[in-house]
């Protein structure tokens, strides 16, 4: 008998026991939903499975009685452009500031401390600030996310950066190149899969931002939706939504590794088995 | 009036004193191997010629003029590790040398100069005989092409002084021997001055034209930083000659080695 | 085996413990200038006092979320719970827990109210956007108040904004209009450019701020009704007589003794419980449940499968609001009489 962790599963077993917590999950509601429902048949708080559905069907699939629009897909294109916008600027500007810091000593001294300081300041502390100085609509929304994701970006492109091998560096100097030409031939592209990566670990505390924001104030959203229907407790709204949110963050997540696989192969090379 | 001249060299960190009194100078063309126990300052020596360090006192003059402070194109290098570009294949980690220069803004070059750059990047690869590895990356190249890479894209630049900061440290001893061959050839083809820091005497004398020694020539055993490391031995080489003096600078370097 | 034995000793005393527990009772309650004499009953001891007459236990849970506290009454977490009359009709009544306004314990007048910033009356707000939190009594208000000038909500844009933030949000300068709730209604109408256009004062009687309970709990232990209404009037007495017991509500509440004088001068408080029954007995009272129910109605509020606006049924001692077979809100004023009566 081989020690256990040496016991390595079978493709089989593998596929069973990644289906298995699922499976168990989707179990435990349902009968904890029956049990509920038996007692109340219009409880709301585990709804069974047609009533999620019929939920799905209603916020999905027919315009609203009162707007005329598809409520769901109306939420998600507002909460995708919130979280794109924020995400995408924090991620330029995390990247400018992070590579001027880690390769200008001047910056750096100057800049360094007082981004490590802002990016250990809780945003949702300061929203009274963030509303008097953005106000309450978009742009608050995005302002929101970007003050939470950029210094944690900014600060890991700068420690990516003076991270680079100085022999790469000077070589690069040996070679002609000066301060600019070093920044975007050596170091830009070598940051870029990095960048990535780190955008791809901030994704959950940006969709964090985003559900806050729009739990603060808004007119439409995947979080707006949520934090209106609970006042009259409609899971059936609530856990498809709640999945949604969670599939599409699985979704950005899995499409920025493979988008960094496709440009950044030379990267990923310790990764390839 | 010497090629490299070195006017009375010193290195400090604070308290620590690396390297003092340096007097030498060097002819356009040698090939000068530098050794020493570890922390003797050999390697401080070969930042200062990068211009990665300064002097404390005294200067380096090259054909005259004051070296930069700085590294620049006049002075190639190839470290141990790391100097070439991960994100970057063969072909391309060679011409980058030449678009850093002719592309100040963009870094990019197109068109018929770009077709001179590659012509260009193309001989040099093949004179390190990385021709099949044309489009490989660093990562798919064993550690000796990675090496001929590093050199090859030192050639480029035509340097006026290549520095090698132990080159084939890393490189298991048959390639070693191939890559000794090579760094030869390059040497005598392009008339190149060099200078290399090597742990291994052997290949210091096997390669060089002369070698340098650096070792401490003062000692106070209760204050050990506080004299510096000079050049005790500055020998011309023949290729594959004077196997008694090999003997006795090995056994004097092991003997401080064990001292310290 | 001892250990399974010992696991089945566990499990009976458990078990047991649950038949016994029977007789324990919990209710929460959320900060409303309303709502503070829970606090004071609990603190002082005057609900254990009653719940003990009648032999049984009574929690008292301060919840800080007041949607969070009514949904957890809902869930069956909690036997009692505050709450107004709409949000009683459209969070357990919608989800058919059959429950029952045990206790009617005052109504707005004043202390909900709709504020424009630089504009001096209601029919400005045509066009603006306004903040307030969607589907709660700040909606239903804004609704009446459109009403009554002719306007609808198709003439405003409503945004939902978290009651925690509404006072920052109104500083900044998008936010133009907006219907709260005391205490914040006080704080943004101190500020300078702040005008309330409308508030619960113009519809009187139709926030109504309740002590719900579960009716199968009720129906079974009437005992802890009893405890209740016992607990609460002898609670208002105190609040009437004793300025140190308006004290200690308004520091539980977070404001002092004149914060809360100010906000209780906007609600109107049944101190005596013939008052209370009175209102509760009312010919008024169904018609306004009717307009609870209408707007909660078009608001998709009665859930989905509501056919109409009488589909959850609202019984009142004048007359039953909607669908008398489906009925899920009783306002039940016999505990209120026994207390009126002295019978307690």
């Keep these: 008998m081989k020690r256990l962790m040496n016991i390595e599963p079978s493709p089989v077993v593998k596929v069973f026991l990644t289906m298995l917590p699922f499976v168990i999950a989707v179990v435990v509601y349902w009968l904890a939903s029956e049990a509920r429902l038996s007692e109340n048949p219009n409880d709301k708080l585990l709804p069974s499975f047609t009533q999620i559905a019929a939920a799905v069907e209603r916020y999905a699939f027919v315009e609203n009685k009162r707007t005329g629009e598809y409520l769901f897909w109306q939420d998600s294109a507002a909460s995708l452009w919130r979280i794109g916008l924020g995400i995408g600027i924090s991620a330029c500007v995390g990247l400018v500031v992070g590579m001027l810091n880690g390769l200008l000593p001047m910056v750096r001294a100057g800049l360094s401390p007082f981004i490590t300081i802002l990016s250990l300041i809780p945003p949702m502390a300061i929203l009274p600030i963030l509303f008097i100085t953005f106000g309450l609509d978009e742009l608050a929304k995005v302002m929101l996310i970007i003050i939470g994701t950029a210094p944690v970006i900014m600060r890991d492109m700068q420690s990516q950066v003076t991270q680079l091998p100085r022999e790469q560096l000077i070589k690069a100097q040996t070679l002609g190149a000066s301060t600019w030409l070093v920044a975007i031939r050596v170091v830009l592209p070598q940051i870029l899969p990095r960048l990535l990566a780190s955008v791809r670990l901030t994704l959950g505390a940006a969709w964090l931002f985003l559900i806050a924001a729009e739990a603060i104030a808004a007119q439409e959203g995947l979080g707006y939706r949520i934090f209106l229907v609970r006042r009259y407790m409609s899971m059936d709204v609530i856990l498809p939504y709640v999945i949604w949110i969670t599939s599409l963050a699985f979704a950005m997540d899995f499409s920025l590794k493979k988008l960094s696989m496709l440009c950044f192969p030379w990267f990923h090379q310790g990764e390839a088995k | ?260 | 085996m001892r250990k399974i034995k010992l696991l089945l000793v566990l499990i009976t005393l458990l078990t047991s413990q649950q038949l016994l527990a029977k007789e324990k009772f919990s209710i929460c309650w959320s900060i409303y200038v309303g709502w503070m004499p829970w606090e004071y009953g609990d603190s002082s001891g005057i609900i254990k006092k009653w719940a003990d007459k009648y032999d049984i236990e009574i929690d008292v849970v301060q919840i800080n979320d007041y949607i969070e506290s009514i949904n957890q009454y809902t869930a069956g977490q909690f036997d009692g719970c505050s709450m107004t009359n709409m949000d009683a009709l459209t969070i357990p009544s919608a989800s058919f827990v059959d429950s029952t306004a045990l206790i009617v314990g005052d109504f707005s007048n004043g202390n909900d109210g709709v504020v424009l910033k630089d504009k001096g009356a209601l029919t400005d707000i045509k066009g603006q956007k306004v903040n307030l939190v969607e589907l709660s009594v700040s909606h239903y208000l804004l609704a009446r108040g459109l009403e009554s000038v002719g306007l609808s909500e198709r003439d405003i844009q409503v945004v939902n904004t978290s009651d925690a933030d509404l006072v920052a949000a109104y500083s900044t300068a998008g936010v133009t209009a907006v219907t709260t709730w005391n205490p914040l209604l006080s704080e943004i109408t101190a500020q300078p450019n702040a005008t309330k256009v409308y508030d619960s004062s113009d519809i009187p009687g139709e926030i109504i701020d309740l002590m719900v309970v579960n009716t199968d709990t009720l129906n079974e232990n009437p005992k802890f009704g009893k405890a209740l209404a016992g607990a609460w009037y002898e609670i208002m007495q105190k609040m009437r007589a004793d300025k140190a017991v308006l004290t200690h509500m308004a520091e539980a509440s977070g404001t002092d003794l004149a914060g809360y004088e100010a906000q209780l001068s906007t609600t109107k408080m049944f101190y005596q419980a013939k008052d209370a029954v009175a209102f509760t007995k009312s010919e008024q009272l169904p018609k306004t449940m009717e307009y609870v129910a209408k707007f909660s109605f078009e608001h998709g509020l009665l859930g989905d499968g509501a056919p109409d606006a009488g589909f959850i049924g609202i019984e009142t001692p004048a007359g039953i609001v909607g669908d008398k077979n489906n009925i899920q809100l009783r306002f039940n004023p016999s505990y209120m009489q026994m207390a009126a009566d002295g019978k307690l």
């Design chain 2, 1 to 260: 009036m010497s090629f490299l001249t070195i006017n009375n060299l010193w290195k400090s960190y604070g308290d620590v004193q690396v390297l003092e009194r340096i007097n030498l100078s060097v002819e356009q063309g040698e090939f000068v191997s530098m050794v020493g126990a570890s922390g003797c300052g050999k390697s401080t020596f070969l930042n200062m010629l990068l211009g990665k360090e300064q002097a404390t006192r005294g200067q380096i003059l090259l054909e005259g003029n004051m070296l930069k402070q700085e590294p620049d194109e006049e002075r190639g290098i190839v470290f141990q590790r790391y100097s070439v570009f991960p994100h970057l294949n063969v072909l391309q980690n060679v011409m980058i040398a030449d678009e850093f220069t002719e592309a100040k803004i963009l870094g990019w070059v197109l068109g018929s100069k770009r077709k001179l750059i590659k012509e260009k990047a193309l001989a040099f690869i093949d004179a390190v005989g990385l021709t099949p590895a044309l489009k490989k990356y660093p990562h798919e190249l064993s550690g000796g092409m990675q090496q001929r890479l590093a050199i090859a894209q030192a050639l480029m630049k035509a340097p006026k002084i290549l520095l090698l900061d132990e080159p084939f440290g890393a490189l298991d001893p048959g390639i070693r021997a191939d890559m000794h061959q090579l760094i030869r050839d390059i040497w005598k083809k392009n008339k190149l001055t060099i200078f290399m820091v090597t742990h291994d005497i052997k290949e210091g004398f096997e390669l060089g034209s002369r070698l340098w020694v650096f070792d401490k020539v003062r000692h106070d055993p209760h204050a050990p930083n506080m004299y510096g490391a000079r050049v005790t031995y500055d020998l011309a080489l023949n290729t594959g000659g004077q196997s008694a003096d090999i003997n006795n600078i090995v056994a004097e370097i092991n003997q401080h080695e064990k001292n310290k």
